[in-house]
């Protein structure tokens, strides 16, 4: 099995807790299915191949999984991350709704662009 990292943005970290507080259910539901995804990528499956209902491909690098596979109807919710294969570490970005959705992957792309941009000055 592959070890991956998990690094949250500091920006994730203050949306996770403010959107935990008022979905407490589906925040914890969404984290599970990060959870999941992880372990298959941790089986060495490419970020690209892998494909469940609860796992959407935004492009760009940008993956984001909800909070489906759970067996009440919860919040629609989004959580972003940016699988970095070469560094074996997923970036959590920022979690939100359907009503944030647009920004949330709007900053999601000038977040990976800075990490890409990051990564290429180390290396």
């Known amino acids: 099995m592959l070890e ?3 690094e949250e943005a500091d920006k994730f970290t203050k949306t996770f807790r403010r959107y935990e507080k008022k979905h407490g259910e589906a925040a914890i539901a969404t984290m599970a299915n990060l959870g999941s ?3 298959l990528l941790s ?3 490419n970020p690209l191949q892998i494909s469940t ?3 959407h491909d935004e492009r760009k690098g940008l ?3 909800d909070q489906k596979k759970q067996k009440r109807k919860l ?3 989004r959580l972003y991350f ?3 294969m070469e560094k074996k570490t997923v970036y959590l970005l920022i979690i939100g709704d359907k009503n944030s959705q647009q920004a ?10 800075t990490l890409r941009s990051d990564y290429e000055k180390t290396t």
């Open 37 to 39: 995804y992880v372990q």
């Open 104 to 113: 949330d992957i709007k900053f999601c792309r000038v977040q990976i662009k």
């Open 43 to 45: 089986k060495g499956l």
């Open 4 to 6: 991956w990292n998990i």
């Open 75 to 77: 919040r629609e919710t």
């Open 53 to 55: 209902s609860y796992v």
């Open 63 to 65: 993956i984001a999984v």
């Open 82 to 84: 940016y699988p970095d």
